[in-house]
């Protein structure tokens, strides 16, 4: 799955560093690809304002939507924990993905959806 680049408009022009990522629907799990690519993130190379096509490897987390602080639900999930296998050990970092080639993403992207839907990019 092609990853859009959310850091830049429909003109080309910068509008900041986040991507919003994808959203999934995953069993019972709402969960977010977040994808962060900027010289404050674990990507390269690190520079800011950085188009996605331009990376070698991405920070990526999978952000629990339907977190609510206090609750027993993580705020990030492992891909096995969506029934994914062959992912964690992308996510070395805690439960952050440091330095993610942009095709293993897209990869992960494409299980998600095949195991979930995606209900918003």
């Known amino acids: 799955m092609k990853l859009r680049d959310d850091g830049f408009d429909e003109n080309g022009e910068r509008n900041g560093w986040i991507r919003k990522g994808k959203v999934f629907d995953v069993g019972d799990k709402r969960v977010i690809l977040s994808v962060q690519a900027s010289e404050h993130h674990y990507s390269t190379p690190k520079v800011n304002g950085i ?11 999978l952000v629990n939507d339907k977190y609510v602080h206090g609750n027993s639900e993580p705020y990030f999930y492992l891909p096995s924990e969506l029934g994914i296998q062959g992912y964690d050990n992308y996510f070395s970092f805690g439960r952050i993905g440091a330095y993610v080639p ?17 209900v918003a990019d």
Not at 102 to 118: F, H, P, S, W
Request: glycine share 4%; proline share 0%; hydrophobic share 45%.
């Open 51 to 61: 188009r996605l096509c331009d990376c070698i490897s991405v920070e990526i987390a």
């Open 102 to 118: 942009l095709d293993v993403v897209e990869r992960l992207a494409d299980e998600l959806a095949e195991n979930g839907t995606m």
